[in-house]
């Protein structure tokens, strides 16, 4: 019979499973994407296979960490990876980019539970100089398990299918929640609970009507168009009303209290503009590698996956600087390690070869390190037990959010530079070609049936593009850096 006590050790290491699945989750399939739409089509559907998973994702994480606070975190935990994994199931055995993105979606319903909630176990199995050493080793995992992913990924692609890019969660999950519910003990005071649905289901309508409008808008349909104007409208009416739910409901699903502390306001609005630089590269790097560079889906994890390395070196040391130059400091060096490696993407050309992607990753990376690893911890320690789900989830969320409207805005911007390019280039009988032409582009063996010049033609296209989105990522880069500027020095918990 097992123990009741807690067993702290195989607790982290359940922890740093789940957090290996959302690494390889979150890198593995932007890896396989080229090959997916090459084998699926639809290449004007690319970013809804990225924005349906984080929408549901985005909207769930709020939800689960309430019900994390209410019922506890293992049942909560549990409960996700089932449903993450049931997801990942269903989309390795899709047969067409709808099914995919349906099946994504339900993927992402329980990826809401499986990050946020596993942080927040440790948040409340550690103290403020233990929390800050883990943190920095999950961050750490985190990494070392993108390394891994892109690179599998890669060789699942090349040599077996797409589909096992999505399989390799179902026996790391299984493990994850075993060891959660065997070594994991809380206790929770049981009360009379009212979560409040009304308001998951504003923020859902709010943000799922403006993807569509990034997604859709200037390709589908033009930036005044009726359905623009109208999702727009549903936008901002669902934001208020989700305001004023908030403000009224009993159990709110993200308690607007906490963001009045300046900490936690600023590391989420800073989480959420580094989530949209975070989405620019997992995206669309490979597809630079693949359709501009001719570089096989292997070598494409691997420019991909050096970020990861940079991420783990830097997560790995962030604890030790948090302690010794505080948060403000550490953040500090993330956000200026996140504008120089941005440059290596404005200024990315296929003559300088995958080895500059990769430079511009590992940079990206190491800045992404120390400031998500400061994000959390800080947050963490800014509020008590009864908040902390609540608290960590809504800096999750920010994240997310970021992540989401990040694939929403920038694959809108890819589709819009790349539709407007090819509208000067004649097909055939002087038609313009469409957006579906780069599906054959992104395919190994049809790209071999286009022309050499009907090659240059499309590799020049999505050069343009892509240059365009890392633009935006730029500037995104340089706004987390001024946020940063503004985190107070100490957290309420050192105060103390």
């Known amino acids: 019979m097992f123990k009741r006590e807690t067993v702290r050790v195989f607790v982290l290491v359940s922890v740093?499973?789940?957090?290996?699945?959302?690494?390889?989750e979150g890198t593995i399939v932007a890896t396989a994407m080229p090959s997916i739409v090459g084998d699926l089509g639809g290449f004007t559907l690319f970013s809804w296979v990225f924005s349906a998973f984080l929408l549901a994702q985005t909207v769930?994480?709020?939800?689960?960490?309430?019900?994390a606070d209410l019922y506890g975190r293992k049942p909560v935990f549990v409960l996700g990876v089932v449903v993450f994994l049931a997801g990942s199931t269903l989309c390795g055995l899709a047969t067409s980019m709808n099914q995919l993105i349906f099946y994504r979606l339900i993927q992402g319903v329980g990826a809401g539970a499986v990050q946020p909630i596993a942080t927040t176990i440790v948040g409340d199995i550690y103290n403020l100089e233990?929390?800050?050493?883990?943190?920095?080793?999950?961050?750490?995992?985190w990494g070392f398990a993108s390394i891994i992913g892109p690179a599998v990924g890669g060789l699942f692609v090349q040599y077996a299918r797409w589909s096992w890019v999505f399989w390799i969660n179902i026996p790391v999950g299984l493990l994850s929640a075993l060891g959660i519910i065997l070594f994991f003990r809380e206790t929770v005071t049981q009360r009379a609970h009212k979560v409040d649905y009304l308001g998951s289901g504003?923020?859902?309508?709010?943000?799922?009507?403006?993807?569509?409008?990034?997604?859709?808008?200037?390709?589908?349909?033009?930036?005044?168009?009726?359905?623009?104007?109208?999702?727009?409208?549903?936008?901002?009416?669902?934001?208020?009303?989700?305001?004023?739910?908030?403000?009224?409901?009993?159990e709110p699903v993200m308690?607007?209290?906490?963001?009045?502390?300046?900490?936690?306001t600023v590391a989420n609005l800073a989480s959420l503009t580094t989530g949209i630089v975070l989405v620019g590269i997992d995206t669309f790097l490979p597809t630079f590698v693949q359709g501009v560079m001719n570089k096989t889906p292997i070598v494409a994890g691997f420019a991909l996956a050096v970020m990861s390395i940079g991420w783990t070196l830097s997560a790995t040391v962030a604890g030790r600087m948090i302690l010794r130059l505080g948060y403000r400091r550490t953040a500090l060096g993330g956000g200026l390690w996140l504008v120089i490696g941005s440059v290596f993407f404005v200024t990315l050309q296929p003559s300088r070869g995958w080895f500059w992607a990769a430079g511009g990753s590992f940079l990206v990376g190491v800045g992404m390190g120390l400031a998500r690893t400061v994000f959390i911890v800080a947050v963490q320690s800014s509020v008590a037990w009864e908040m902390r789900g609540a608290a960590t989830a809504a800096n999750m969320f920010t994240g997310i959010l970021g992540n989401t409207v990040g694939a929403a805005l920038l694959g809108g911007v890819l589709n819009n530079r790349m539709t407007a390019y090819l509208r000067h280039i004649p097909a055939g009988q002087g038609a313009p070609l469409n957006l579906d032409v780069v599906n054959a582009l992104l395919d190994p063996q049809k790209?071999?049936?286009?022309?050499?010049?009907?090659?240059?033609?499309?590799?020049?296209?999505?050069?343009?593009?892509?240059?365009?989105?890392?633009?935006?990522?730029?500037?995104?880069?340089?706004?987390?850096?001024?946020?940063?500027?503004?985190?107070?020095?100490?957290?309420?918990?050192?105060?103390?």
């Open 16 to 24: 740093m499973l789940a957090m290996f699945m959302a690494a390889v």
């Open 60 to 67: 769930t994480i709020p939800i689960y960490g309430k019900l």
């Open 130 to 141: 233990e929390r800050a050493q883990v943190q920095g080793y999950l961050s750490g995992v």
């Open 202 to 250: 504003l923020i859902f309508v709010a943000i799922s009507a403006l993807m569509v409008v990034l997604i859709q808008a200037g390709t589908v349909w033009p930036w005044g168009s009726a359905p623009v104007l109208g999702l727009l409208a549903v936008f901002a009416a669902g934001s208020l009303l989700f305001v004023v739910r908030e403000k009224r409901a009993t």
């Open 255 to 264: 308690p607007l209290e906490i963001w009045h502390d300046r900490l936690i």
């Open 447 to 496: 790209r071999q049936s286009l022309s050499a010049e009907m090659l240059r033609v499309l590799q020049r296209g999505l050069t343009i593009s892509l240059h365009t989105v890392y633009w935006g990522v730029m500037v995104l880069s340089f706004a987390s850096l001024f946020l940063i500027y503004f985190l107070p020095r100490r957290t309420k918990e050192e105060s103390q």
